[in-house]
């Protein structure tokens, strides 16, 4: 963190932005829920495959998310997902962005803008990104049991819940502030 610090101007303040991708679509995820002892609830099971993936980012510091529901992992999809990182960034302050090692991370034509520096989580360690913790969440809460009947409901579902995630900041510092991450 000192060697970013030394890189920018005195008195910017620093915020900590996790990242990750979540596919969400047809052939969705079944979540646990409550059911009389004995029973066996029947649950919606969708056999088709079309899909979305929910790029997501948050600063649980602040209690901000910045996010794009778009069709495929990609540089460019990932360029644009920076790109909103970049213009949620408070002004005068520098995102320091922590994400996995997916190829589409360290792309030679990725775009990072000036305000975003990006620093790679060790591999093979998910425990250590609070965003599969918001997957989780918005599964559980949002996008779980239930038959999605086009591409365009996928998308308008995702946005929908990451839209209801990112009108609860407290929701957000509650499930993504790492004590161990924000101390000096």
Known sequence: MDAIRATLKPGT????????????????????????RGTRPRLPHDQRTQSAYIFGAICPAKGKGAGLVLPRCTTEAMNEHLAEISRTVARRAHAVLMLDGAGWHKARDLVVPANVTLLPLPPRAPELNPVE????????????????????????????????????????????????????
């Open 133 to 184: 913790n918001v997957w989780q969440f918005l599964r559980d809460k949002w996008l779980s049991n239930r038959v999605f009947t086009s591409y365009d409901d996928i998308v308008d579902r995702c946005c929908e819940a990451w839209n209801k995630l990112t009108d609860q900041p407290w929701k957000i510092m509650s499930i993504g502030l790492r004590h161990r991450a924000h101390q000096s």
């Open 13 to 36: 303040a620093i915020e900590l932005w996790w990242q990750d991708e979540a596919r969400v679509g047809q052939k969705n995820t079944l979540s646990r829920l409550w059911a009389r």
